[in-house]
Nanobody, 123 residues
Framework: VQLQASGGGLVQPGGSLRLSCAAS????????VGWYRQAPGKGREFVAA????????AYGDPVKGRFTISRDNAKSTMYLQMNNLKPADTTIYYC?????????????????WGQGTQVTVSS
């Protein structure tokens, strides 16, 4: 399974970005997927997750109400819409595919990871 994240960049505080993650090499539609972020020298932080059928979602407390996760199984692609960005959101964002179908916030259940995309929020 290959995951390719894109859409990162430089944005001013209060601005928006939409990250994308395209999957290939395996069936995408039957697995839950999620987004994590990791700053240099820190552990991986859960951002958002979504079930295989988009019925269930979950968000980390720092991003609740500002970020929205979604997926398009027909395109084997997942998204993270990020609004009202803050400097604290600056870091590398990773997409990941879980080993099961149902939404999970348990990091060990994410088996496949993308390469990451840098998001920088600065004026």
């Amino acid at each position: 399974v290959q995951l390719q994240a894109s859409g990162g960049g430089l944005v001013q505080p209060g601005g928006s970005l939409r990250l994308s993650c395209a999957a290939s090499g395996s069936i995408f539609s039957t697995n839950a997927v999620g987004w994590y972020r990791q700053a240099p020298g820190k552990g991986r932080e859960f951002v958002a997750a979504i079930s295989w059928n988009s019925v269930s979602t979950a968000y980390g407390d720092p991003v609740k109400g500002r970020f929205t996760i979604s997926r398009d199984n027909a395109k084997s692609t997942m998204y993270l819409q990020m609004n009202n960005l803050k400097p604290a959101d600056t870091t590398i964002y990773y997409c990941a595919r879980a080993i099961g179908s149902w939404m999970t916030t348990e990091t060990p259940r994410y088996r496949y990871w993308g390469q990451g995309t840098q998001v920088t929020v600065s004026s």
